[in-house]
């Protein structure tokens, strides 16, 4: 996708609220008329750590749905990935819950799973899972539970199944866009992802973009923001990736076409602004944008492409930045899967959602 970067764009600070309108029947949308974005100009990283990892001509399914799998580092820093939920199929009452996106988990020890089938375009669900009760219920110990807890066996659920199926809870469909973007902010407790709706892959439907907060309870947007990241010729489509910081900032990363770019911001329900913040990375971790992590325990910022992981202090981000090569680590991974999501847990563990039998992976060291 072809951006167009030019000139630099002074802190914009005006808001107007449009006509709301309904992104579902409860949800309103706020019209940010204003420029979300502040441009700086940023010198160009050395991060030669950072290998380039081509995205494979086709991804590897797992050698069997049925055991216990493992991704790890095969070169850089090393990582261990391990399988800790199979993710059902098929979902409830044959719901489809192809094809996930996404992974957040919030401090009350919930994890939340977003679903966008290839059918559906541009729509999807988000599936709450209880982990504290599925963990008594032993299904982290065998995964498999988990992944056939609706398929009935002689006509009928048995007594396990129930009570993970009550463990979880599904969402109805909404407006998703490509759904890869749901995060959790550690400083208010909510869910928020990009809208980001697309005409065909990675090819947006406008330069509008849309911010979406979600219930926690009802697993659908309460409301929205509408706004764009541009000003002076600077054009930045975001999107595709966020997450939030202990502080409740909140980052993405994209690639106008000079490298890495990283974007810190806030947002409220009538106000939204990013910064590009002043240095690019020369070198990015791969071809596709899949996800961007916080991890609390190591206060680190994580770029994920698939089968390749860059992470670096976000505090080498504030004012005029200080990242250099020494303060990244990059890990490439195998066996060629999917790398959808990268959310972490208070003790500084990493949850990798993949794809092609979809499951969630925890790193057995902090990481």
């Not at 996930?100 to 290839?118: H, N, W």
């Not at 849309?210 to 219930?215: L, M, R, V």
Request: charged share 20%.
């Amino acid at each position: 996708m072809k951006r167009l970067i030019l000139g630099v764009v002074g802190l914009v600070t005006s808001l107007t609220l449009g006509l709301s309108v309904g992104v579902t029947a409860s949800a309103k949308v706020y019209h940010q008329r204003s420029s979300a974005l502040i441009w700086h100009r940023s010198r160009m990283v050395n991060d030669s750590k950072v290998h380039y990892v081509k995205v494979p001509r086709s991804y590897a399914h797992v050698r069997s749905s049925r055991g216990l799998n493992q991704i790890k580092a095969v070169s850089g820093k090393k990582v261990t990935f391990k399988s800790r939920l199979l993710l059902p199929e098929p979902g409830k009452s044959n719901e489809a819950w192809g094809n996930p996106q996404s992974i957040a988990l919030s401090k009350s020890g919930y994890m939340y799973i977003v679903y966008c089938p290839t059918k559906l375009k541009n729509r999807g669900r988000i599936v709450r899972f209880n982990m504290k009760r599925l963990e008594q219920l032993g299904v982290t110990q065998k995964p498999t539970e988990l992944r056939q807890a609706y398929v009935k066996h002689h006509g009928k659920y048995s007594l396990l199944q129930r009570n993970i199926q009550q463990a979880i809870k599904a969402g109805g469909l909404f407006d998703t866009g490509h759904g890869q973007s749901l995060a959790y902010n550690l400083k208010n407790h909510g869910l928020y992802m990009w809208r980001d709706n697309e005409r065909a892959p990675r090819v947006p439907v406008s330069s509008t973009g849309y911010i979406q907060h979600i219930s926690a309870k009802t697993l659908q947007p309460t409301w929205a923001i509408s706004f764009h990241l541009r000003s002076h010729g600077a054009l930045i489509y975001g999107g595709h990736t966020l997450t939030f910081d202990k502080y409740g900032s909140a980052y993405f990363w994209d690639n106008p076409g000079d490298g890495a770019n990283i974007f810190k911001g806030k947002i409220s329900p009538h106000h939204v602004v990013f910064r590009r913040t002043n240095q690019i990375l020369r070198r990015m971790p791969g071809t596709r944008l899949q996800s961007m992590g916080y991890n609390p325990k190591r206060a680190r910022l994580y770029l994920v492409s698939d089968d390749s992981i860059a992470s670096f202090p976000a505090k080498r981000l504030n004012g005029h930045g200080s990242l250099s090569n020494g303060s990244f680590e990059w890990s490439g991974l195998t066996p060629k899967r999917e790398t959808e999501g990268l959310a972490y847990d208070a003790s500084g563990h990493g949850y990798l959602l993949s794809n092609h039998h979809p499951e969630v992976l925890v790193s057995t060291t902090v990481y």
